[in-house]
């Protein structure tokens, strides 16, 4: 080691920011997250009798993923070693590993190998770690802003513990805050700063569970702030709200927001909540989500969701779309607000999705069955002498453009695969095809799920 390195060494946690400094260094300093780090909890326990076996960390940023390894590099008797998938590769991985074959066969020594952003390794790459974990040459720990079950191989996951970290509450992040501004040892209390109660509440609840958020503010503010005339350096709400600005939206086009984000967006349409619906629009909107791509789902939510039981619903999701493309943000959005409320305050039917299911079925099972002769096109050469048309009864000369021909093959007469709905429209359509037919096939009652069930969601 030269005169530099170590130099860098020895002042690299005076000069590292305030959010690595703060970083617990026992699980009795960690805030929050005691739905796995209670006394009583597996991994509180395997981490203070150094029982770990591989893990993965999975959680929002800000919320203790490289915190925890830190303090597991802090209590195991085992050789800790720490890369990140955004900067090291195949050749990073391939010297610790042969690392941690020296030290499990000179010294019996165990290595705890830690991987942050662990979705960034590509299949191969994760791959490549298989064969060690499985031997034990290491003991795996990924951490993972993204779903593991979409972004680590499946083979990795069968082999770890998968522990979910959740967005820090509010008083935890105040805690936080607090020790920040006044710790004099690790924090900015050498500053002789004080922070009022209301930018701490202001802080604490604009960091929406991002602890690492928070601190960079109170950081900021406190290098920033000249000290007032008693010589202190006074963080108030108005030095609160410039540090911080704006509220940055947890959400990423590829990743978990996304999709739960679209989800509880279709299930307020669909459980016509349009309070919530407009909501969830607005966290995309404000996250930067296509305007086109939201459309596309109004649509259809309008036609799997609404459907007959309001036709106009769908007129108006697939105008708000044709008028998204030629309009552009941020008038769009009005736009959008407008089909999502409609959409979310229709009556509601499923029917459609209903009867192309049943009809899909149906074909699967019975294959191509013969369509009636006089259902078949008679305009082509010879169809005639076939008898394709013949026999056909033209609609519309009918009372009521109505001639009670059979249009089902022979085989299935009588299968029943639309059932409109009583609801909205659908019971005029039900009253309309009862007095047209002469028949009562529409009047039982829909069968309804027992109390408790749930069915298959498409969303």
Same mark, same amino acid.
């Given at each position: 080691?030269?005169?530099?390195?170590?130099?860098?060494?020895?002042?690299?946690?005076?000069?590292?920011?305030?959010?690595?400094?703060?970083?617990?260094?026992?699980?009795?300093?960690?805030?929050?997250?005691?739905?796995?780090?209670?006394?009583?909890?597996?991994?509180?326990?395997?981490?203070?009798?150094?029982?770990?076996?591989?893990?993965?960390?999975?959680?929002?940023?800000?919320?203790?993923?490289?915190?925890?390894?830190?303090?597991?590099?802090?209590?195991?008797?085992?050789?800790?070693?720490?890369?990140?998938?955004?900067?090291?590769?195949?050749?990073?991985?391939?010297?610790?590993?042969?690392?941690? =074959?020296? #030290?499990?066969?000179? /010294?019996? +020594? $165990?290595?705890?190998?830690?991987? !942050?952003? @662990?979705?960034? &390794?590509? *299949? %191969?790459?994760?791959?490549?770690?298989?064969?060690?974990?499985?031997?034990?040459?290491?003991?795996?720990?990924?951490?993972?802003?993204?779903?593991?079950?979409?972004?680590?191989?499946?083979?990795?996951?069968?082999?770890?513990?998968?522990?979910?970290?959740?967005?820090?509450?509010?008083?935890?992040?105040?805690?936080?805050?607090?020790?920040?501004?006044?710790?004099?040892?690790?924090?900015?209390?050498?500053?002789?700063?004080?922070?009022?109660?209301?930018?701490?509440?202001?802080?604490?609840?604009?960091?929406?569970?991002?602890?690492?958020?928070?601190?960079?503010?109170?950081?900021?503010?406190?290098?920033?702030?000249?000290?007032?005339?008693?010589?202190?350096?006074?963080?108030?709400?108005?030095?609160?709200?410039?540090?911080? =600005?704006? #509220?940055?939206?947890? /959400?990423? +086009? $590829?990743?978990?927001?996304?999709? !739960?984000? @679209?989800?509880? &967006?279709? *299930? %307020?349409?669909?459980?016509?909540?349009?309070?919530?619906?407009?909501?969830?629009?607005?966290?995309?909107?404000?996250?930067?989500?296509?305007?086109?791509?939201?459309?596309?789902?109004?649509?259809?939510?309008?036609?799997?969701?609404?459907?007959?039981?309001?036709?106009?619903?769908?007129?108006?999701?697939?105008?708000?779309?044709?008028?998204?493309?030629?309009?552009?943000?941020?008038?769009?959005?009005?736009?959008?607000?407008?089909?999502?409320?409609?959409?979310?305050?229709?009556?509601?039917?499923?029917?459609?999705?209903?009867?192309?299911?049943?009809?899909?079925?149906?074909?699967?099972?019975?294959?191509?069955?013969?369509?009636?002769?006089?259902?078949?096109?008679?305009?082509?050469?010879?169809?005639?002498?076939?008898?394709?048309?013949?026999?056909?009864?033209?609609?519309?000369?009918?009372?009521?453009?109505?001639?009670?021909?059979?249009?089902?093959?022979?085989?299935?007469?009588?299968?029943?695969?639309?059932?409109?709905?009583?609801?909205?429209?659908?019971?005029?359509?039900?009253?309309?095809?009862?007095?047209?037919?002469?028949?009562?096939?529409?009047?039982?009652?829909?069968?309804?799920?027992?109390?408790?069930?749930?069915?298959?969601?498409?969303?």
């Amino acid at each position: 080691m030269d005169l530099f390195e170590y130099m860098r060494e020895s002042n690299s946690e005076e000069e590292s920011p305030l959010a690595a400094r703060l970083r617990p260094r026992t699980l009795d300093e960690v805030v929050g997250q005691e739905h796995i780090l209670g006394r009583d909890k597996l991994l509180s326990r395997a981490i203070r009798a150094d029982k770990l076996g591989s893990l993965i960390f999975y959680g929002p940023p800000g919320t203790g993923k490289t915190t925890i390894a830190r303090v597991i590099a802090n209590t195991t008797k085992a050789a800790f070693v720490q890369i990140n998938a955004t900067s090291s590769g195949k050749k990073e991985m391939e010297a610790e590993i042969r690392s941690a =074959q020296d #030290r499990r066969g000179m /010294y019996g +020594k $165990k290595t705890i190998l830690f991987i !942050d952003e @662990i979705h960034r &390794f590509n *299949k %191969s790459q994760q791959d490549y770690l298989l064969p060690f974990v499985e031997d034990g040459t290491v003991t795996l720990i990924g951490a993972t802003t993204e779903n593991p079950y979409f972004e680590v191989n499946s083979a990795l996951i069968s082999r770890s513990v998968i522990f979910e970290l959740k967005p820090l509450r509010t008083e935890d992040i105040r805690k936080l805050i607090l020790r920040a501004v006044y710790d004099e040892e690790r924090g900015m209390g050498a500053y002789g700063a004080k922070i009022d109660e209301d930018a701490a509440d202001f802080l604490a609840d604009l960091a929406g569970g991002d602890a690492r958020r928070a601190l960079n503010a109170v950081e900021l503010g406190v290098l920033t702030t000249e000290p007032s005339a008693d010589g202190v350096i006074h963080i108030t709400r108005e030095v609160a709200e410039e540090c911080i =600005q704006k #509220r940055a939206p947890r /959400y990423d +086009k $590829k990743g978990d927001n996304h999709y !739960d984000t @679209i989800s509880a &967006f279709i *299930k %307020s349409m669909r459980g016509s909540d349009p309070d919530a619906a407009v909501y969830y629009l607005a966290r995309m909107l404000e996250a930067g989500e296509q305007p086109e791509f939201i459309a596309r789902r109004i649509m259809i939510c309008a036609a799997e969701d609404v459907g007959n039981a309001d036709p106009m619903a769908l007129v108006v999701a697939v105008n708000c779309s044709l008028a998204c493309e030629r309009i552009g943000m941020p008038e769009s959005q009005i736009l959008l607000a407008q089909a999502c409320e409609y959409v979310a305050s229709a009556p509601k039917s499923n029917t459609a999705v209903n009867s192309i299911s049943k009809a899909t079925e149906l074909v699967r099972q019975t294959g191509s069955l013969p369509i009636p002769p006089y259902l078949q096109d008679a305009h082509y050469g010879g169809s005639a002498g076939l008898g394709r048309g013949i026999g056909y009864q033209y609609a519309h000369l009918y009372e009521q453009h109505y001639s009670g021909q059979p249009y089902l093959p022979e085989a299935l007469r009588g299968q029943d695969l639309y059932e409109p709905s009583e609801n909205g429209y659908e019971q005029q359509i039900r009253a309309h095809m009862r007095a047209l037919t002469g028949q009562d096939k529409y009047s039982r009652p829909e069968t309804l799920l027992p109390h408790g069930t749930t069915q298959d969601d498409p969303a």
